[in-house]
């Protein structure tokens, strides 16, 4: 265990505290914003073969994850107003085999959480 976290340590997610043990590291706002924007062009892209490549019984499956979603989000204040729709589009995009309109979906919804993270404490 020791050696996994050093070599985590390493890599960056977790920290050593000295005689406390390991723990996740706490990631910065702005490092936070980063990452999302390196999600909006790799997702967007893996978003659109997505959409290339589905076939009907799995587009059928997406339905269910859309009310799975709305659940999460119900405890989240305000989230769900935005971020619902953006996932019925994501949704209605891969169903109508669309990889652009898939990949615009996707890159949008991950620029709102981008400025979601911006705008919190």
């Known amino acids: 265990?020791?050696?996994?976290?050093?070599?985590?340590?390493?890599?960056?997610?977790?920290?050593?505290?000295r005689n406390k043990g390991a723990r996740v590291r706490a990631i910065p706002k702005a490092e936070a914003v980063e990452?999302?924007?390196?999600?909006m062009v790799l997702e967007g892209l893996s978003a659109a073969k997505a959409a290339e490549r589905v076939t009907p019984e799995q587009a059928g499956r997406l339905g269910a994850q859309v009310i799975r979603h709305k659940f999460r989000l119900a405890r989240q204040p305000g989230r769900a107003a935005l971020s619902l729709p953006q996932h019925e589009l994501i949704v209605a995009a891969i169903v109508?085999?669309?990889?652009e309109a898939m990949q615009t979906a996707m890159q949008q919804h991950l620029r709102s959480v981008?400025?979601?993270?911006?705008?919190?404490?």
């Open 1 to 17: 265990m020791r050696e996994t976290f050093r070599e985590l340590a390493s890599e960056g997610p977790v920290e050593i505290l």
């Open 35 to 39: 990452i999302t924007e390196v999600r």
């Open 114 to 121: 981008a400025k979601a993270l911006e705008a919190t404490d």
């Open 96 to 99: 109508a085999r669309d990889p």
